[in-house]
């Protein structure tokens, strides 16, 4: 199974300033057939389901603001909120989807300081 | 819109069964993977089991008790539990993966259902 760790498990930030979450896979999740990154990101907020954020270690999805950027490859990601806004306090998880099991790592609680 | 309702949850004994629902909408569900992702109360998320039309997929905690299925007919996707443990006890989402691989990110997920195992 590929363990993901995430770092660190929480973070405070000041509004507008800068977020970064890593995230380590135990063996790389880079297909070499396609050099895709099979990593994504997600988001969840108190009482809600999570929310895809980021797939392909750096593709943001549909309406996900540019401020959330996914960057890295093979084993080590991170995700980078450029300028916090009160609306990101949420948990953040990475997940590898190169194989099954599909595993996430263990989320990282991201508030405001 | 895409919309996942996901139903069956509830309160259960330890070694009984239940069986899990979600009835999508807003895509086409034959030609897309389904997945079912569970949380445990106050934890992270655990993969549970994925579904893409032509193969199956489960987690090792869930192997041999649990089974995904569809029914393309009802756009509708299930999850079948059988020999319930107390470390079943979570919120159950209905996941519809990126793309028709069961390999895709999770690109959108249902409200969930709470099945709690418990004597």
């Known amino acids: 199974d590929i363990v993901m760790t995430q770092s660190p498990d929480s973070l405070a930030v000041s509004l507008g300033e800068r977020a970064t979450i890593n995230c380590k896979s135990s063996q790389s999740v880079l297909y070499s057939s396609n050099k895709k990154n099979y990593l994504a990101w997600y988001q969840q907020k108190p009482g809600h389901p999570p929310k895809l954020l980021i797939s392909w270690a750096f593709t943001r999805d549909s309406g996900v603001p540019d401020r959330f950027s996914g960057s890295g490859s093979g084993t080590d990601f991170t995700l980078t909120i450029s300028s916090l806004q009160a609306e990101d306090v949420a948990v953040y998880y990475c997940?590898?989807?190169?194989?099954?099991?599909?595993?996430f790592g263990g989320g990282t609680k991201v508030e405001i300081k | 819109e895409v919309q996942l309702l996901a139903s069956g949850g509830g309160l259960v004994q330890p070694g009984g069964s239940l069986r899990l629902s979600c009835a999508a909408s807003g895509f086409t569900f034959s030609s897309n993977a389904m997945s079912w992702v569970r949380q445990a109360p106050g934890k992270g998320l655990e993969w549970v089991s994925s579904d893409s039309g032509h193969s199956t997929y489960y987690a090792d905690s869930v192997k041999g008790r649990f089974t995904i299925s569809r029914d393309n007919s009802k756009n509708t996707l299930f999850l079948q539990m059988n020999s319930l443990r107390a470390e079943d006890t979570a919120v159950y989402y209905c996941?519809?993966?990126?793309?028709?691989?069961?390999?895709?990110?999770?690109?959108?997920w249902g409200q969930g259902t709470l099945v709690t195992v418990s004597s």
């Open positions: 997940q590898q989807y190169y194989s099954t099991p599909l595993t």
């Open positions: 996941v519809k993966n990126s793309g028709g691989s069961c390999y895709s990110g999770l690109g959108y």
